[in-house]
């Protein structure tokens, strides 16, 4: 067999998984393993060094991994407790479009549809009347995290507070920890030692077993690769390719510190543009986690590394850690018998916290066409066609970011300004310039108020409003678009305080 065809048809089951690597993608996918599998007579195995550091610095996440631990039966304040989290209604960025810019990336609604058409372009129609408030007077997880406020969303879909939903900010490395534990609960099985070289089968190219500097060897039907950048299964023993997509993402670099605190406790992230890049801060119970993500190509570390000590928002916990990498994707994630979950099947700059979403996705796709009974090449055919698409829509929303901007001072900007765009965004921005129409899909993790959040924050606007959102008597918008504002400003108002709602949140079940 070719190994770069498809995994062959086959009716042998797998009955041993080997995880390469652990790290937050490893560990993830041992949990998830080892909570779907546990009926099956499948043995799940993971094999890491502790010798192999991890990257660990990407403590932000979305929406989606409240799911993630949900499924498993997670508690989540015992979670919080564990892994140091505090809770994320957004991402605020500063000075993209211009110095002196701020918005907010909500995980919630703008405002509440009027006579079945989209508020933002009813507020749109006000706006240019001179007759409304910003639109981030519309969206109840903004006007929360500016106050640092935080509450969870009521499940009842006809309130106000319910427009909106919420992440995590955590620390990467107690994560890990906290899933190994449940993992092995649940009959996963480690193994310490460093892979020294990778045993493949003559004939079909398929991997048979992995070899450890201590002599023992590893089997497995199924190799699930979590072993990082440099991609140890995937690339190094199979050359599955790399699809780089730096000329539209041109950071390839990132400096990561942590600092103590000084200041409140923000429920959202925030990233502030730099000069060659961002800088992103993440505050969680016990310190703040920074960074810098730029691009070497029109500054160099020590420059980064100024700029990122210079803004540090408390005493610094750590020397600064330099991570290097190559946005892109692997041209294929399943290849054979191997599925490159995490870093090693790709990696998209953590500007919206995609890096463990991507994770989860690929874990939820593997399980969903695991062959249990038997391989069939058309499950790593729709692994690869799911996970190109959502890795496209991820690369598409970033690169909005930079080319969204009307900044000209720095020659990085003034690339990202004017660098051609892949057709597919191309296409979005034209619809959504031309009669504020956000393009919709089934498959992507961006729905349509992210993308308001940048367009509108970034001072990409539409040309027209819809004629039948025209048709409507102005006075009678105005005046439901200012009761839907102060409704908006006194669900923010009766929130706890961030910080407060956490504390409480975290002693629960817990002995004095």
Known sequence: MNIGAETPESDSPVRRILIVGGGTAGWMTAASLGWALSALPIEVVL???????????????????????????????????????????????????????????PFGDFGRDIAGLPFHQHWLRLARAGRVAGLEAFSLPILAARANRFAPPSPDPATIESTFSYAYQFDASLYAAYLRDYAEARGVRRVEGKVESVDRDGETGLIKAVRLESGADLAADLFVDCSGFRGLLIEGALQAGYEEWNHWLPCDRALAVPCAHGGPLSPYTRST??????????????????????????????????????????????????????????????????????????????????????????????????????????????????????????????????????????????Y?????????????????????????????????????????????????????????????????????????ADAAAAMPVHADYLRALCAQGVVA
């Not at 502790?50 to 799911?67: L, Q």
């Not at 810098?292 to 160099?300: E, L, R, W």
């Open 47 to 105: 094999v890491e060094s502790e010798e192999i550091g991890t990257v660990g610095v990407g403590e932000a996440t979305v929406p989606h991994i409240r799911f993630f631990n949900q499924r498993l039966g997670i508690d989540e304040a015992d979670f919080m407790r564990r892994t140091n989290a505090t809770f994320k209604l957004g991402i605020e960025f500063r000075d993209w479009a211009r110095i002196g810019d701020s918005y907010i990336h």
């Open 273 to 414: 543009a730099r000069s060659a890049g961002w800088q992103w801060q993440i505050p969680l119970q016990h310190r703040v986690g920074n960074g810098h993500v730029f691009s070497s190509a029109f500054t160099d570390v020590d420059s980064a590394r100024d700029i990122l000590m210079a803004n540090l928002e408390g005493e610094p916990l750590a020397e600064p850690k330099l991570l290097r990498f190559v946005t892109g994707k692997r041209k294929k994630s399943w290849v054979g018998n191997v599925v490159a979950i995490g870093l090693s099947a790709g990696f998209l700059e953590p500007l919206e916290s995609t890096s463990i979403h991507l994770i989860q996705l690929a874990i939820t796709k593997l399980i969903e066409l695991l062959p249990t009974n038997g391989w069939d090449f058309l499950d790593a055919i729709e692994f690869n066609r799911s996970m190109d698409v959502e890795y496209e829509r991820v690369r598409d929303f970033l690169i909005l970011h930079y080319c969204a901007t009307e900044r000209s001072d720095t020659e990085f900007w003034n």
């Open 416 to 488: 990202c300004r004017t660098m051609p765009l892949p057709d597919s965004l191309v296409y979005k921005m034209q619809a959504f310039r031309e009669r504020g129409t956000v393009v919709k899909y089934r498959e992507g993790m961006f729905l349509e108020p992210s993308w308001l959040a940048v367009y509108y924050g970034q001072r990409v606007l539409p040309e027209r409003v819809s004629p039948l959102v025209e048709a409507l008597p102005i006075d009678e918008v105005a005046a439901r678009a200012a009761a839907m504002g102060a409704a908006f």
